[in-house]
C-alpha cells in the first residue's frame, strides 16, 4: 500500500512538471507572432539539393542540415546531380517539388540556370533558400554562403604572412564562375592595398582541373622562377599547384594557398606541400538553411509587411563565414 | 473510489507522454552535435543593449527579441544609454557584464568606442552579437543589420521609378557615419550605372537633424529650381525634407525618399509628402540576434575546428533585407 502511494506521488509530480510546462508555453502565445515550441511534426520532411552529389564538400553542410534536423525534430533528405550538368539538376529538383516537401535548400550549378524551377517550388508553396552557389534571380528568400571577396582578401592577408611581405605571387582561377572572380577580386585588391612590395604578377585559368593546374603552376615557375606563392581560387587546382611544387622541389620556396579542406588537401597541408587553405563555413550553410526553411514553413517569421510586398520575411543574405587551415590546426580539420 | 481510479488513469497517461517525450529527445540525441530541445532553463536571461534608447526605432528590434524569447522559452531584458552618448553605453555595458547573463545583443553607438567593454564580455564568457551598427573590431560573434549599400541602390532604383529615368536629384545625409556613407556610395553608384538621364547634383550634410535638412531642401530647390528628388539617408531628415516640400507647395514635383518608418514617415507617405521610404529588417535583427545567443549560449554551433581558431562558430554577417514603403503599402507598416 505504501509503494502504491509512492508511485501515485511520483505521478502527480510529474503530471505537475507537465502542466505547468504546457501552461508556460501557452501564456507565452500573446501576441503577433505564432509562438510555438520550435519543434516540427510528424512527416515534416526537407530536402537538401546539390550538384556533383557525391563530392566530400558537401558532407559538411550536410551535416549542419541533418544536425538541425535534429534539434527540430524533422526529418531530411539528401538528393542532387550526380554530374556537373544543369539538366539533370532541373529534373532533380522537379521531382521533389512533386512530392510538396516542407521546404528545400539547394546549391544552384550556375547563377540562371535554376532559376525557373525554384520559383516555381516557391510559387507552390515550398520554401527555398539556396546556399553556397546563389541563384540572385530567383524568388528563393535567402542565400547562405561565403563572401568571396572577404574570402579572397583572408587568402591575401595569410599569402603577405606566408612571405614576410614581398615577392611575386600568382593567382589559378576558374574566371567563368562568379565565386571564383570574387575570391580573385578580393585577393588582387588586397594585396595592391595593404601589401605594396607583393606583385600579382599573373592570373590563369585551370579549368577546375588539378592537372591543368600542376602544368600551369610549372610553366609559371618557368616564367618567373623567383615566384614565391599561388593563391588558387578551386579545390581541384590547389591539389595540382602542390604537386607541382613537390615534384620540382619547391616546397620550401613556393607558398601554395587552396581552398576549401577535403583530405587531399589536408594531407598535403600536413606534409607541407600546401601552406594554408581556407575553409569555408559549410556547417553554417546546412544548419542555417534548415533553420530557415523551418521557420517558413511554420509561419514563424514576421507577419506584414514582408508578407504583403515582394520582400522575404528571413534575412536575405547570410555571410556564413571562413577560416584559415594551417599545419597548426590541420588536424582539427579532418571528418571525425 | 470510482472517481480517484480515473484520476489516476489520467495521472498515468500523463505521465507516459512526459516520458515518451523524453525518451525521444534522448534517442535523438547521438553524434556530435550536441542535440537538445531549443528551449531555454529557468533564470536563461538575454539582453538587448542600444542607445537613444527610446526611440521608435528599436521596437521592433526588440519585438523580434521578444519573440525569440518566446520560442526558445528564456527570458530577456532591454537596456541601453538613453542619450547618444558613447560612455553612457559603456557604463550600461559594464553594469550587464557584472550580472553575468546568458548574452547580449548590442547595437553599437559607433564602430570603435565599444570595442573594449564588448571584448571584455566575450572574454568573460558571455556570448555577444552586434546588431543594426556595427562593431568591426570587435570579438563579437556576429553581425546582423542591413546592408546599406544594397538599400542605397535599391533607392536610387526606386528613385528612377518615381521620376520616369531622367531629372536632377540631390542626397542628404550624415557622411561622418560609415551606414549613411554606404547608403549614398550605393546610391550615387546605381544612378550612374543604371540611369544615365538622372543627375546627383548635390551631397549635403544635414547632422541628423530635421530642421537642418528642411533649409537644406529649400536651398537646393532655389540653388535647382528644376530638382525633381531628394534622397535622405537618415531617418530625422526626410521628414524635414518633406516639409520643406510641403512648405513650398512642391509635393507634385519634388520626389522625397526618406529612411526607416517611424510613425511621421509614415504619415507623410499617407499624405503625399513623402513619396517613398526604406524600411530595414529590423524584426529579423532582433529575432535572429537572440537565436544566435542562445546556440552560443547552449553550445550548439558546430564544434572544432571553429572552436580552436580565431573564427566564429556562427555565420560573421546576416544581411537582413529592406524593403520599400509606398503609399499603397504604408497601412502595413503602422505598428499594430
New interface residues.
Partial sequence: MKKTALL?M???A??L???ARHA??NS??E???R?????GELGENYVMVTFLSGIEYWKSCL??F??AA????VSIEYRGATQYDAREQITVLEQIIAKKPAGIAISAIDPSSLTGVIDKAVDAGIPVVVFDSGAPGSKAYSF?GT?NYAAGATAADQMAELLGGQGKVAVITLPSQQNHDERTRGFRDTIEKRHPDIKVVAVEDDKGDAMAAKELTKSLLKRYPDLAGVFVTEAAGGKGAGEAAKELKREEKLRVIAFDTDKDTLDMIREGSISAAI?Q?T??MG??SL?YLFHLHHD?T?P???A?????P????????????TPE?VD??YA?
Avoid: C, H, M
Fill in positions: 501515485y511520483l505521478l502527480i510529474a503530471f512538471a507537465y502542466a508556460y508555453v507565452a502565445g501576441g503577433s507572432f509562438s510555438e515550441e520550435l519543434r551535416k549542419g541533418e544536425d535534429e534539434a527540430l525534430n547562405l563572401d575553409a563555413g556547417w553554417n544548419y542555417w533553420q514563424l514576421i506584414s509587411p514582408a504583403s510586398g515582394d520582400v522575404s528571413l534575412p536575405v543574405g547570410v555571410d556564413t563565414g571562413i577560416s584559415v587551415v590546426n582539427d580539420y571525425k
